[in-house]
């Protein structure tokens, strides 16, 4: 799977993350990419290389307490919804 999303105005970059040097790397060479957001605000980005099991984790966090600080009142809001059906 390749997926690719541009940056949109109101997207706010945390910076880059760089998995390698890749040993032998080959076209189509697969690497496992998990990112994470937190209602903290904490992004969390794992890069894992199957072939050589090579793993690499960053953490980023801009200091604002997630996307708009309410993150956490959202959630509870939502979780407190009940949908009958």
């Known amino acids: ?4 999303r541009r940056l949109q105005e109101e997207d706010r970059s945390l910076g880059f993350f760089i998995f390698g040097p890749i040993a032998n790397p080959k076209k189509n ?5 998990h990112m994470s957001y937190s209602l903290d605000g904490v992004v969390r980005c794992r890069a894992f ?5 090579e793993e ?3 953490i980023y966090q801009d ?9 956490g ?12 059906g």
């Not at 009142?73 to 009958?84: E, N």
């Open 63 to 71: 200091g604002a307490g997630g996307a708009d600080g309410n993150l």
């Open 1 to 4: 799977m390749k997926e690719l």
């Open 56 to 58: 690499v984790e960053r």
């Open 73 to 84: 009142a959202q959630k509870v809001l939502v979780d407190s919804v009940t949908i009958a």
């Open 49 to 53: 290389d199957g072939r050589t099991g």
């Open 29 to 33: 060479y697969p690497v496992e990419v």
